[in-house]
């Protein structure tokens, strides 16, 4: 017998959706780190890539797919010149959802940015695979529908983001299995998210409302994509992710709670009843959650910086300023209304960046524009995906009149 005994590992097939994005590109670094481990008996799982979707990015793509040996891909835009012969491609705007349904897997990886990830990510949920869930929209546009889907289907929601893998691992620390979509224990009385606090954390409102594109762009902590980025210079970020905190871990607003930490080092903290709060730390590398997101707590070395609390010469809490960043109150608003709020919120927000990004309006203008939306919003219950995208739609048009009005102003 010339072939080399079977170790003990399992294999674990992923599909990775948003394989060119930075969490994608990351989650790549990691499986190859993971492999590298498992390949010296450090760990007994395997990796398999079996299929990656991208927006536009061909050639990112092909790269990846060539280096991971992947056949199956999907491609929301494609481009003529691109040369299919090695793969099995799909096309079009459900090619992801398309690659989910053919390429048999058990972890999702959903990581395609915006609402454009929510129908991928959905369908992986119904049919019962677990995901891995970096993309905000699903849970903030469609919260109430995904986690009936999951508890209906029993596919598990791992975060990846940084706050929400905080607080998943600290609930943890209370019960080893916990996992979303489970309620968070009764005894944990309030979740906390921290906030980098953005490059305009010292700014005045008249400062913010100003500020230049280089300037949101420059994130004082964090990488990350361009959409996240301004989501963070102005909270928004962190109102997203606390209304995905509501669906994630079944909390109400008065159990949610956020503050600006500049350091970036404490993820999330949980109070507890008997008056103990717990934190989770790390340095600030998406290494680290995700994977803890791919691995299910196995505790083993990591390829994310390493925190050394010794350089730490100290950590800020700040309570965030509703006046200064009105998002915070604006997303415990959603909470409350439920429905289709969530939906119109995420919508408003992804289309005042867009208009900002393309230097439609000033940057002052988008939670104040997102705040009108709401205001104005009369929120509908939500019972199918085609109920999240009518209210996404909705919010779209309100917010491009907004803009119009803007720049007829400004004339
Ligand atoms: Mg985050």
Known sequence: ????????????????????????????????????????????????????????NHQQLADQAVKLGVRDIAIASMCEEFDQSSFKVRTGKNAARKLVED???????GAIVGIAGLD?????????????????????????????????????????????????????????????????????????????????????RDQI???????????????????????????????????????LFGLDADCLGAVIHPQSVVHAMIECADSSVI???GAPDMKAPIQHALGFQERIEGCASKLDVTKL???????????????IDLAMGVIKEGGDAGAAFNAANEHAVNAFLNNKIPFGMIDQIVAQVMND??????STIEDVYAADSKARECVGRLCEAIAEKSQ
């Not at 590298?36 to 079996?50: A, M, N, W």
């Not at 390429?103 to 990886?109: E, G, N």
């Open 103 to 109: 390429v048999p897997c058990d972890l999702v990886v």
């Open 209 to 247: 409302e100003n500020a230049s594109l280089n300037d949101a762009l420059n994130h004082p902590t964090w990488k990350m994509g361009a959409k996240v980025t301004i989501d963070s210079a102005t909270l928004m970020n962190k109102a997203l992710e606390l209304i995905e905190a509501h669906w």
């Open 377 to 382: 919003w009369d929120t509908q219950p939500i």
């Open 120 to 204: 991928s990510v959905y369908r992986a949920i119904e049919l019962g695979i677990d995901v891995a869930l970096a993309n905000k929209e699903t849970l903030v546009a469609a919260g109430g529908l995904v986690i009936q889907a999951a508890q209906r289907s029993g596919a598990k929601l791992f975060p990846v983001d940084s706050e929400h893998a905080g607080v998943w691992q600290c609930l943890q620390s209370l019960s080893n299995n916990y996992c979303p979509p489970m309620l968070a224990p009764a005894l944990v009385e309030r979740v906390i998210l921290t906030a980098s606090g953005g490059p305009f954390r010292r700014h005045t």
């Open 1 to 56: 017998m010339g072939t080399i005994a079977a170790s003990s590992s399992s294999t674990k097939r992923v599909l990775i959706l948003g394989s060119t994005g930075s969490i994608g590109v990351q989650t790549i670094e990691v499986i190859e780190h993971l492999n590298t481990l498992e390949s010296k008996g450090k760990s007994s799982v395997r990796y398999e890539v079996v299929g990656l979707a991208v927006g536009s």
């Open 313 to 327: 010469s100290r950590l800020d809490f700040i309570e965030i300023d509703p006046d200064r960043f009105p998002a």
């Open 279 to 281: 934190a989770q730390m």
